[in-house]
């Protein structure tokens, strides 16, 4: 059956909440998706920065293959090893002590949001994050959210979320009150465009979580798990959060989040105070264990960084080729955005629908930016690749 027949069965049945490109992939391996009709496409978003080591990358697919076989599920109400050997590579390789463990990024930060509240004295429950952020589709997680389409039809949203306007550290401070216990953000926003925060910005930030006695809580949902060449954002800033989430790559693919944290504020959370009946499911631990030690080889995350600084450097040639359109690259890793002028805006969809025509698939952050997620195995061949079909699209739009 082709795209088009599976296309019209699924339309009349689900929920009418995604706007999705017209193919049904069906296969994958490495960067290349193939869709139905046989179509091949390179991929540059890796399933929104989740299939970090390409799709299909045969040893994951072993160990989740020989978990499946051995024990899919016990819950929580029972140790697993994958779990505990998954726990023991995030605290080794982070800030923190103790882990919890979840589903996905939004349940990754409610849990944060709820350690954050209980961690706090009684009477401090408010969390500012910042304009532009995004942190998940659950009611809070929505609330935290920083852009005002996202809680449109759902009010009342839960109570204690206010946002700052972004990289505006005087108003961030002068709204922090008796009630204030966190502040959250994301490192780099990805939704929000691709927008990295300052180094200075992070910092004061830090300091005025120190001054004021609030939690600093970072979403590394989709910048976590080396996008950015490191293992996570974080370390590049010179500064560490209390509490960090994760979900999106942990996996490479299959649904699992984590909440780390040091253990005087981990400690808030006692018995019976939070739980999930999937969290820290074997299988996705067992995908995640592998994930984790492969970023962990030797070389992996230079790499990361290399291949970043050249497809920035790629893009940045094609804004200056194309000013009309382009301004230049903003990201860490790779995670790439090219930064696109008003008339380029304009042309946003357009240019993503094109790019998917042509077998390149990308697509455009908070109406200002294309974003760039491929696979972080990703070679300077298909870079090159993608390049091209993009420098020939910008081509064909600008004439
Ligand atoms: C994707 C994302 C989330 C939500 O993750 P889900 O797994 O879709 O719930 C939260 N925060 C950030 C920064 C994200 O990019």
């Given at each position: 059956?082709?795209?088009?027949?599976?296309?019209?069965?699924?339309?009349?049945?689900?929920?009418?909440?995604?706007?999705?490109?017209?193919?049904?992939?069906?296969?994958?391996?490495?960067?290349?998706?193939?869709?139905?009709?046989?179509?091949?496409?390179?991929?540059?978003?890796?399933?929104?920065?989740?299939?970090?080591?390409?799709?299909?990358?045969?040893?994951?697919?072993?160990?989740?293959?020989?978990?499946?076989?051995?024990?899919?599920?016990?819950?929580?109400?029972?140790?697993?090893?994958?779990?505990?050997?998954?726990?023991?590579?995030?605290?080794?390789?982070?800030?923190?002590?103790?882990?919890?463990?979840?589903?996905?990024?939004?349940?990754?930060?409610?849990?944060?949001?709820?350690?954050?509240?209980?961690?706090?004295?009684?009477?401090?429950?408010?969390?500012?994050?910042l304009?532009?952020?995004?942190?998940?589709?659950?009611?809070?997680?929505?609330?935290?959210?920083?852009?005002?389409?996202?809680?449109?039809?759902?009010?009342?949203?839960?109570?204690?979320?206010?946002?700052?306007?972004f990289g505006d550290l005087a108003?961030l401070e002068?709204?922090?009150?008796?009630?204030?216990?966190?502040?959250?953000c994301?490192p780099l926003?990805?939704?929000?465009?691709?927008?990295p925060l300052a180094r200075e910005y992070l910092q004061g930030i830090r300091a005025l979580c120190?001054?004021?006695?609030?939690?600093l809580?970072?979403?590394?949902?989709?910048?976590?798990?080396?996008?950015?060449?490191?293992?996570?954002?974080y370390?590049q800033f010179g500064i560490?959060?209390?509490?960090?989430?994760?979900?999106?790559?942990?996996?490479?693919?299959?649904?699992?989040?984590?909440?780390?944290?040091?253990?005087?504020?981990?400690?808030?959370?006692?018995?019976?105070?939070?739980?999930?009946?999937?969290?820290?499911?074997?299988?996705?631990?067992?995908?995640?264990?592998?994930?984790?030690?492969?970023?962990?080889?030797?070389?992996?995350?230079?790499?990361?960084?290399?291949?970043?600084?050249?497809?920035?450097?790629?893009?940045?040639?094609?804004?200056?080729?194309?000013?009309?359109?382009?301004?230049?690259?903003?990201?860490?890793?790779?995670?790439?955005?090219?930064?696109?002028?008003?008339?380029?805006?304009?042309?946003?969809?357009?240019?993503?629908?094109?790019?998917?025509?042509?077998?390149?698939?990308?697509?455009?952050?908070?109406?200002?930016?294309?974003?760039?997620?491929?696979?972080?195995?990703?070679?300077?061949?298909?870079?090159?690749?993608?390049?091209?079909?993009?420098?020939?699209?910008?081509?064909?739009?600008?004439?």
């Amino acid at each position: 059956m082709s795209n088009q027949e599976w296309i019209t069965r699924g339309d009349a049945l689900f929920m009418q909440t995604y706007g999705r490109f017209p193919a049904v992939m069906v296969e994958g391996r490495g960067c290349r998706l193939k869709d139905a009709d046989g179509k091949e496409y390179l991929d540059f978003l890796s399933g929104i920065a989740v299939c970090s080591l390409g799709h299909c990358y045969p040893p994951i697919t072993e160990a989740i293959c020989r978990q499946a076989a051995t024990l899919l599920h016990v819950s929580n109400l029972y140790y697993t090893m994958p779990q505990t050997e998954l726990a023991e590579l995030l605290v080794a390789n982070s800030f923190a002590d103790r882990v919890f463990f979840c589903n996905s990024g939004a349940e990754a930060n409610e849990a944060a949001i709820k350690l954050a509240r209980k961690a706090s004295p009684a009477g401090r429950y408010e969390i500012i994050s910042l304009e532009g952020s995004f942190h998940g589709r659950t009611l809070a997680t929505v609330a935290a959210t920083g852009q005002k389409k996202f809680h449109e039809g759902f009010e009342p949203l839960p109570e204690g979320f206010r946002h700052a306007p972004f990289g505006d550290l005087a108003a961030l401070e002068a709204m922090i009150t008796p009630a204030t216990c966190a502040i959250l953000c994301e490192p780099l926003q990805g939704e929000g465009g691709v927008r990295p925060l300052a180094r200075e910005y992070l910092q004061g930030i830090r300091a005025l979580c120190d001054r004021h006695g609030l939690l600093l809580l970072f979403d590394e949902v989709q910048v976590g798990m080396g996008r950015t060449g490191s293992l996570f954002a974080y370390e590049q800033f010179g500064i560490v959060p209390d509490i960090l989430t994760l979900a999106k790559a942990l996996g490479n693919g299959l649904p699992i989040g984590a909440m780390l944290a040091a253990e005087k504020v981990a400690a808030a959370f006692t018995p019976g105070t939070h739980a999930s009946t999937f969290g820290g499911n074997p299988v996705a631990c067992a995908a995640a264990v592998v994930a984790v030690r492969t970023m962990l080889a030797e070389g992996f995350l230079a790499g990361v960084t290399a291949k970043g600084r050249y497809l920035a450097a790629r893009l940045d040639e094609l804004a200056q080729r194309y000013p009309r359109l382009a301004v230049r690259s903003r990201g860490l890793g790779l995670i790439q955005g090219l930064l696109l002028t008003d008339q380029g805006k304009e042309l946003g969809p357009r240019i993503v629908q094109g790019l998917f025509r042509q077998g390149l698939l990308a697509n455009f952050a908070g109406n200002i930016a294309l974003r760039f997620l491929p696979p972080l195995i990703v070679t300077e061949a298909e870079i090159d690749e993608a390049m091209a079909i993009l420098t020939a699209l910008f081509a064909e739009v600008a004439g």
